[in-house]
């Protein structure tokens, strides 16, 4: 009984221990069934969403490349109808002909190319003459933007006669009328393969009068910028130089800093010539304002054209050279090679050099201190000759310290001064 019951047991246990791992097989299983129905279903939901995706992708483009061509066609529209309006439209239609063009030639660099082939430049150019202020104001913009970066359109606009065009009432039009005029005008001076001739007197009239009145720094500085580009061409110096560019220019630097580098660069470029150099020469501005333009620490490339203009004129000239002695240029050249940028500091050592040569010349053989009394009719030992040379130049030397000490001094706030920087300064070479 005891061996019957103990097995029954066993076999009980057994068949609970198998019930329980089939539920949990069945459990597993059907888990298993459901994550891959779960997978199948995601995974085809994914491809039918890409499916979706990319018809939708597809009509997206399709639907972009018709607004494109519908967009090309009505910019070709657009353009037909303003060029047709541009030449055989009433006044008001040219006028809004002249908008529209400028519009489309801002955002279409192919139609700004296809202008010229229109003829529309020759018949915007005949409106710039006109008296109402819309219209050649109209016509002005769109000739900017023909003219923004195409050489061909801008030697088209000068052989229709731009230049010749100028309003004569221009002088007294508003700030916005002129400094969109200083605008076409240096765009079309900026050309190199066609000559901008600056012989019309109207032109520089107006610049040189904008430069002189109280216009926006921005109208200025257009200016400024033509007569920049008039003035690099040598065969523009005899127009520029007697219509009064040079006093203008030499004004210019002294008064607005902020227009005094290109101001400059346009009188460097003058200055080579001999009516430029000789305007220069005559100026009563000059050298103290050039002079006053070497102390601006602020302007390091103001001071390097300004040491460039007064070398041109220094040199060969003893004259000049006594002009700018007497108005204290010295001890200027000397702060300058002291601080001043590296391309400064050769021009005023070279100066200097100038001077002290002229300085040495002028003192003579019995000139400045002497050792001794040679009587007459004695001729001077060569050992005596060569001492005092070398005196003469011990007291150059000296004078040069002194003048470094004193400037250096200054600089430091009263603080000591390294003799050897000082003397290592003075036996530079001072060539250009």
């Known amino acids: 009984m005891s061996t019957s019951s103990s097995l029954s047991s066993i076999w009980s246990v057994s068949y609970r221990k198998l019930k329980f791992f089939s539920r949990i097989r069945r459990f597993l299983q059907s888990k298993a069934v459901r994550k891959g129905s779960y997978g199948s279903s995601s995974t085809s939901d994914n491809s039918n969403k890409l499916r979706t995706k990319n018809n939708n ?4 483009e399709d639907h972009q490349l018709v607004m494109e061509k519908e967009s090309e066609l009505d910019g070709s529209v657009m353009l037909q109808k303003s060029v047709k309006r541009l030449h055989f439209g009433s006044w008001e239609e040219k006028e809004m002909a002249a908008i529209a063009i400028e519009k489309l030639v ?7 190319k296809l202008m010229a082939e229109l003829g529309v430049i020759h018949m915007l150019v005949s409106m710039v003459a006109t008296e109402v202020v819309g219209r050649h104001r109209a016509a002005v913009k769109a000739l900017i933007q023909l003219a923004n970066g195409n050489s061909t359109n801008k030697a088209l606009m000068l052989e229709a006669g ?13 700030e916005q009328t002129r400094q969109e005029f200083a605008e076409l005008l240096l765009s079309l001076s ?3 393969n066609t000559d901008f001739c600056p012989n019309k007197p109207e032109i520089l009239r107006f610049l040189i009068g904008i430069l002189e009145s109280p216009c926006s720094f921005e109208t200025k500085e257009l200016c400024l910028g033509v007569l920049y580009n008039l003035s690099a061409v040598l065969e523009n110096a005899g127009a520029l130089v007697s219509n009064g560019v040079v006093h203008t220019l030499l004004n210019l630097s002294s008064s607005f800093k902020e227009l005094s580098e290109k101001a400059l ?6 200055v080579v010539t001999l009516m430029g150099k000789k305007a220069m020469e005559d100026s009563s501005m000059v050298p103290q304002s050039l002079i006053e333009i070497l102390t601006w620490e602020d302007k390091p490339k103001c001071i390097e054209l300004s040491a460039y203009i007064l070398m041109i004129l220094a040199h060969q000239s003893s004259t000049q050279r006594d002009k700018m002695s007497k108005a204290g240029i010295v001890p200027v050249l000397v702060e300058v090679s002291l601080m001043g940028s590296l391309l400064a500091q050769k021009r005023a050592m070279k100066l200097l050099q100038w001077f002290k040569d002229e300085r040495q010349a002028k003192m003579g053989p019995h000139s400045g201190p002497q050792t001794g009394r040679v009587p007459l009719g004695s001729p001077l030992h060569p050992k005596e000759a060569q001492e005092g040379k070398k005196m003469m130049k011990n007291l150059v030397k000296q004078s040069f310290h002194k003048n470094m000490e004193m400037i250096t001094r200054r600089a430091n706030g009263g603080g000591v001064v390294d003799s050897s920087n000082l003397k290592s300064l003075v036996s530079k070479s001072l060539t250009f």
């Not at 731009?162 to 508003?174: A, E, F, G, Q, T």
């Not at 660069?265 to 003058?270: C, D, I, T, V």
């Open 162 to 174: 731009i230049l010749s065009k100028l309003p004569k009432y221009i002088n007294v039009v508003d």
């Open 106 to 112: 801002k955002e279409d660099v192919k139609a700004r």
């Open 190 to 192: 900026s050309i190199s």
């Open 57 to 60: 992708d597809k009509d997206e």
């Open 265 to 270: 660069a346009a009188l460097g470029h003058l």
